[in-house]
Nanobody
Framework: QVQPVESGGGSVQTGGSLSLSCTAP????????IHWFRQDAGNPRAWVGS???????TYRVSLKGRFTISLDKAKDTVYLQMNSLVPEDTAIYFC????????????WGQGTQVTVSS
């Protein structure tokens, strides 16, 4: 298993959309799931949402309705579609993959910057 790799970050204005990708070969078909986090300046990483195999994705309550997570097993890729972005969404977004018998093996991607300007 290799480190997950995020892509798709960038800069948008308030109200815009971005789609992030997390390619994680070997992780997208296990039940441990792929998880999105974000970290802005001065704050710890905060959970954004998760998807596990064929289960419905789960989201941070405050983001539900604007963010959508989907999974393409054929491409070993998880997507984070972000709509109606606001400056408070500015952060580095990280993908986390988990593995092992108890899902305690944790692998982080390098992160991708999302900047939303007013």
């Amino acid at each position: 298993q290799v480190q997950p790799v995020e892509s798709g970050g960038g800069s948008v204005q308030t109200g815009g959309s971005l789609s992030l990708s997390c390619t994680a070969p070997g992780f997208t078909s296990n039940t441990c799931g792929i998880h999105w986090f974000r970290q802005d300046a001065g704050n710890p990483r905060a959970w954004v949402g998760s998807i596990r195999d064929d289960d419905s994705p789960t989201y941070r309550v405050s983001l539900k309705g604007r963010f959508t997570i989907s999974l393409d097993k054929a491409k070993d890729t998880v997507y984070l579609q972000m709509n109606s972005l606001v400056p408070e969404d500015t952060a580095i977004y990280f993908c986390q993959a988990r593995g092992g018998p108890s899902c305690t093996d944790v692998y982080w991607g390098q992160g991708t910057q999302v900047t939303v300007s007013s």
